[in-house]
């Protein structure tokens, strides 16, 4: 059985710093390109960036400079460092695991930045 678990998320000033980790287990996690999504509430879901099995990032514009991401493929285990974070950020943060035309979700983790 597949599972992606995300976890770190919660409440946090602006400003301040969170570390979202999502671990996998049910996959050859070295394999799997990973990505990091957010959905804020009454919008859409949208990238917040992603990781090649190599280890090559990108990122929207939106956390550029901001956020980090980073994989641990012996702890099968991607993280997200999120810096300066600002109101702009609170959403639920998503990973997700992608293979050739094989995808799964986490259950997504809840971040909220405010004072």
């Known amino acids: 059985q597949v599972q992606l678990v995300e976890s770190g998320g919660g409440l946090v000033q602006p400003g301040g710093s969170l570390r979202l980790s999502c671990a996998a287990s049910?996959?050859?996690?070295?394999?799997?390109?990973m990505g990091w999504y957010r959905q804020a509430p009454g919008k859409q879901r949208e990238l917040v960036g992603t990781?090649?099995?190599?280890?090559?990032?990108t990122y929207a514009d939106s956390v550029k400079g901001r956020f980090t991401i980073s994989r641990d493929n012996g702890k099968s285990t991607v993280y997200l460092q999120m810096n300066s974070l600002n109101a702009q950020d609170t959403a639920v943060y998503y990973c997700?695991?992608?293979?050739?035309?094989?995808?799964?979700w986490g259950q997504g983790t809840q971040v909220t930045v405010s004072s």
């Open positions: 049910g996959i050859t996690f070295s394999l799997y390109a």
């Open positions: 997700k695991a992608d293979f050739l035309s094989t995808q799964y």
């Open positions: 990781i090649t099995r190599g280890g090559t990032t």
